[in-house]
């Protein structure tokens, strides 16, 4: 258990749809990450919060959006959901400032169909 | 743009030989790499890093080499167990900001 909790495991959804990812980050980290692997593909950065704030944005699209609530959990939301939206999502949290490394979750599958 | 590239998709080694994986990147801002592990069914473990002012770093059967000027990076397993297959992210950050992640390479380690 590497302190990162991600739920679901699973997500299979069809397309059009909404979900929501959710993220506890380990204790004392503030900042939260994540990514997608989708298949064949390296992690690909998606967003940062730090403290409840936006820090960082990568390839995300539009129709992707997340947030980090004051208990430091955060949550991705996934909205008309296509086909190629099919991958893994990663949630990762550090503290910044400290070690430079990421502590990641296991991931949320998620397949659209 | 793909700032870190690992261009050998997979490697395939014997039980207690060496095994070499690469990293290249393009961004000369990058001062800190990083390797990760990672297992199926499991989100990525650290592994080992380097800062942009040494040239090795070593842990245990682990030990990470970075050529500046060739913008290159290693990592050498010795000796390869079976326990080693995995995939192997190289990744890079500037400052402490985003890690910049490349595609990964699969190590077999064979027995």
């Known amino acids: 258990d590497s302190g990162v909790t991600q739920t679901p495991k699973h997500l299979i959804t069809a397309t059009g749809q909404r979900v929501t990812l959710r993220c506890s980050p380990r204790?004392?980290?503030?900042?939260v990450y994540w990514y997608q692997q989708s298949l064949d593909q390296g992690l690909q950065f998606l967003i940062q919060y730090y403290n409840g704030e936006e820090r960082a944005k990568g390839n995300i699209l539009e129709r992707f959006s997340a947030q980090q609530f004051p208990d430091l959990h955060s949550e991705l939301n996934l909205s008309s959901l296509e086909l190629g939206d099919s991958a893994l999502y990663f949630c990762?949290?550090?503290?910044?400032?400290?070690?430079?490394?990421?502590?990641f979750g296991s991931g949320t599958r998620l397949t659209v169909v | 743009d793909q700032q870190v590239k690992q261009n050998s998709p997979s490697l395939s080694v014997q039980e207690g030989r060496i095994s070499i994986l690469n990293c290249d990147y393009t961004?000369?801002?990058?001062?800190?790499f990083l390797w990760y592990k990672k297992y199926p069914a499991e989100g990525p473990t650290f592994l080992i890093s380097?800062?942009?002012?040494?040239d090795k770093n070593e842990d245990g059967r682990f030990t990470v080499f970075l050529n500046k000027s060739a913008k290159h990076l290693s990592l050498h397993i010795v000796p390869s167990q079976p326990g080693d297959s995995a995939v192997y992210f190289c990744?890079?950050?500037?400052?402490?900001?985003?890690?910049?992640f490349g595609a990964g390479t699969i190590l077999r380690v064979k027995s």
């Open positions: 990744a890079a950050t500037v400052y402490g900001n985003k890690l910049v």
């Open positions: 990762a949290s550090s503290v910044v400032g400290g070690p430079y490394g990421y502590t």
């Open positions: 204790s004392g980290d503030l900042s």
């Open positions: 961004n000369s801002m990058f001062d800190y």
């Open positions: 380097i800062s942009s002012i040494k």
